[in-house]
């Protein structure tokens, strides 16, 4: 079955990028922009933005939104992001399960939440209020994390589950931050998968991380690497043809390896489906 061109393929828009993108049609199905970067009022970034809107679908994914914050929700943030929003037209608003500082302060980082039955009220009561502000339903990412508070009452997975259900929101799977957390924290990645709610997850993501002798760190500055492909491999049987995208911010490659991977990520999509269609339905 052919995948619609919004539906399939993509990367990360990346200003280094830029000349190749515009310089020829590339075999990008869709580009994922860093919200922030193009909540300005004109400038290059939205002159760029607007050509390479021109010829491919978009998606939005931001890191501010800080949605498990205690801090008001900040609705000149959320003005802009609905702004752009109906500048681009995107396929889909995205951002992180995370809070990123307190009392106005911006750590700039995406910091863990308390799995705790009263976060996720909080979380649930903060994302209604978001979603009915930008007229959509938006998706959250499950962050990597290196530590956790205790007292957790539920998995992450769970904690997701139960939003998504909640609060009628979607989520956007990062494969690669699975599999660091489960390195981190010990747990089984497969599991984690099955803990969640197969109508709801929109969008996956892929990317590089560090490895270090203890743990390993979300970088987006390596390949993806071959863990993380069988875990997709396994992620694609469980929950589908849902649009899929690497993701890559430091240490960049030449575009033509960025191509590969994606051409990567298209065969096991396709090997995964060639198996499906061989398998005998369950009696």
Known sequence: MLIDRAQGFGLGLRAVYYPEILGAPQPVDWFEILSENYMV???????MLDRI??????RMHGVSLSIASTDPLDFDYLRALKNLAARVEPELV????AWT?????????????PLTSEALDHCVARVARVQEFLGRRIALENPSTYVAFAGADMSEAAFLAELAARADCLLLLDVNNVFVS???HGFDAEKYFGALP???????HLAGHTSLETHKIDTHDQPVCDEVWSLFAHVRKKFGAIPAMIERDDAFPPFADLLAELDHMRDIAARVERVEHLEPEPA
């Open 198 to 204: 197969k109508d709801r997850v929109a969008q996956i």
């Open 53 to 58: 809107r021109a010829d491919y679908p978009l």
């Open 182 to 184: 489960s390195f981190n």
């Open 101 to 113: 500082g307190v009392k106005g302060f911006n750590l700039h980082d995406l910091l863990p939440v």
């Open 41 to 47: 009022p004109g400038g290059r970034p939205l002159a």
């Open 94 to 97: 995205s951002d992180h399960l």
